[in-house]
């Protein structure tokens, strides 16, 4: 029978060649913490919510730390559950992690690679080092045409030990990634490590975040569990950073989450997944500076890809990025990939994205189109209202040079406020058509801005009578101010100002009155 060879070029894909980004180390090393977690206070060795998983950062040493105070490994077990590769114990339906490789990722960015672990009852502290450095060297040689099988490699790098201790209540699992490469800089930068956390791990919900309440609330009512850890980083506490403000690219507030709203996927009579999306006016695609902008896709609580996802099941590009929320997904058939950043392909994932991309595509596009549109007919109204009253105040203080420019001012007041009315209108009619969601984000429209009064309580343009001749338009106060000059010269200057008034725009033509204004006082 022939004996099949398994080369060092596996290690290399499931270690270098597994990850783009190197600060899945810390999810992936999270993750099975959370599983022992689980294992624990299932067993009794924790209640819950005594679970806790420190990571520790020394620059200095350039060295990362992650500590669980979880189950640990027995040492009677500790070669072979470590030693091992892609055999792991833990099932798909039950386990957030269970093909056994997610251990090797920090192979990839250290140079020794160390987990050291106790067991409750037992007098012996067990270790297991990994040089890192070696195995990158082996792969190196394998590549150049010196072969050596993936066991070759593994005896070569891996060095177990045990030691006795005297602290037999103990139970942790520690890994030690030492010597972190130079490249990988980011895996100390504090605040890029937060930031990464702070969506992917299943971390609970900032207190500031009003609406968890409700999230937790509609997930009880769905008889699920939404998994929470106790996370510190550098003895800071983890959470999802969820807000209610919207900043634009200024970090300014520009929009607000008022409400939070939810929406179920069955399949077959069975929950799938569920949701909830953040509710505001929709004004715009949510700029980059929300770094909780988008749709996020959970499973187990730990997310599946980045902020874009789910952004190919829009039938714009652009949709996803219009919301916050987070998908959840239930069925145990939806698995994610060696490289958690999807599903894997079978007949749940289809259904799955069948499901989504028909609420995504007939509910939220509309939300969020029709979100735009009332804005922009919003910003009509908001244009007229502005326009009228800065006329009125020109009308009043006497800035108009003669009735041409006034009539001319007012035209544009009048052509402002038929647009304006035309958007009222529009609005109307969504409103009239809207139902759920979109009745949330209309009445809170009309709670933020009150409906507008559409009058202009000025006289009306009157062009001349047909027999008529066209008259001198007659000069309004505006060449008054100028009193030091005699009746002759202040006619000149208002026609100057007149010609100035209708050879370029209003806003020009007041600057450049202004300025003679200035130079003649």
């Known amino acids: 029978m022939t004996d099949y060879i398994f080369g060092a070029n596996i290690i290399e894909n499931l270690t270098t060649g597994m990850y783009q980004d190197s600060k899945v180390i810390y999810r992936e090393y999270i993750q099975n913490a959370c599983d022992q977690i689980d294992k624990a206070v299932k067993d009794g060795i924790l209640k819950h919510g005594e679970g806790e998983i420190k990571i520790w950062l020394d620059r200095g040493q350039r060295t990362i730390v992650i500590e669980d105070n979880a189950t640990g490994i027995s040492a009677s077990s500790f070669q072979q559950t470590l030693g091992n590769i892609a055999d792991s114990d833990k099932k798909v339906s039950e386990d957030k992690g269970f093909r056994g490789i997610g251990r090797l990722s920090g192979l990839a960015y250290c140079k020794e690679l160390v987990f050291i672990s106790s067991t409750k009852g ?16 082996l792969i190196d040689e394998n590549t150049r045409g010196k072969k050596h099988t993936a066991n070759e ?32 800089t980011d895996l100390f930068d504090l605040q890029q490590v937060k930031d990464y956390l702070s969506f992917v791990a299943p971390a609970p919900y900032q207190n500031t975040f009003f609406y968890r309440t409700e999230v937790y609330k509609h997930a009880r009512e769905l008889g699920v569990e939404i998994d929470e850890y106790n996370i510190t980083l550098e003895g800071e ?48 695609a949510i700029p980059k500076i929300n770094q909780m902008r988008g749709l996020r896709l959970r499973k187990e609580n730990i997310q599946i890809g980045g902020e874009d996802a789910l952004q190919k099941l829009f039938k714009e590009d652009r949709g996803n990025s219009y919301f916050i929320g987070e998908v959840f997904a239930v069925n145990k058939d939806l698995i994610p990939n060696s490289q958690r950043d999807y599903f894997n392909e079978n007949p749940a994932r289809a259904e799955f994205e069948r499901e989504l991309r028909k609420y995504f595509n007939e509910e939220l596009y509309k939300i969020y189109y029709n979100g735009s549109a009332i804005n922009t007919a919003c910003k009509k109204i908001d244009t007229y209202t502005k326009k009228e009253a800065e006329f009125k105040e020109k009308d009043t203080s006497g800035v108009f040079v003669d009735d041409e420019h006034r009539d001319r001012e007012l035209e544009v007041v009048l052509e402002s406020r038929k647009e304006a009315e035309n958007a009222q209108e529009k609005i109307d009619k969504m409103k009239d058509k809207a139902d759920g969601l979109m009745q949330k984000v209309i009445h809170r429209i009309e709670v933020v801005r009150p409906q507008p009064v559409f009058t202009v309580e000025v006289p009306p343009i009157m062009p001349p009578k047909n027999d008529e001749e066209p008259k001198e338009p007659r000069a309004h106060r505006r060449s008054d101010r100028l009193s030091q000059y005699n009746k002759a010269e202040r006619k000149l200057i208002s026609k100057i100002f007149s010609i100035i008034t209708t050879a370029t725009d209003s806003e020009t033509a007041e600057v450049i009155i202004k300025r003679i204004e200035d130079g003649l006082r």
Not at 122 to 137: I, L, N, P
Not at 153 to 172: C, E, G, M, P, Q
Not at 249 to 278: P, R
């Open 122 to 137: 037992e007098d012996t502290v067990s270790s297991m080092v990994c040089d890192a450095k070696k195995m990158r060297g």
């Open 153 to 184: 490699v593994l005896d070569a790098i891996n060095r177990f030990d045990r030691k006795k201790t005297n602290d037999i209540d103990s139970h942790f699992f520690r890994v030690e990634l030492k010597g972190i490469n130079p490249e990988n």
């Open 237 to 284: 506490s983890i959470f999802k950073r969820y807000t209610t403000i919207l900043k634009d690219t200024s970090g300014n507030k520009y929009d607000d989450i008022f409400d939070v709203h939810f929406h179920d996927f069955y399949i077959d009579g069975e929950l799938s997944a569920w949701m909830w999306v953040g509710v505001s006016m929709f004004q715009k």
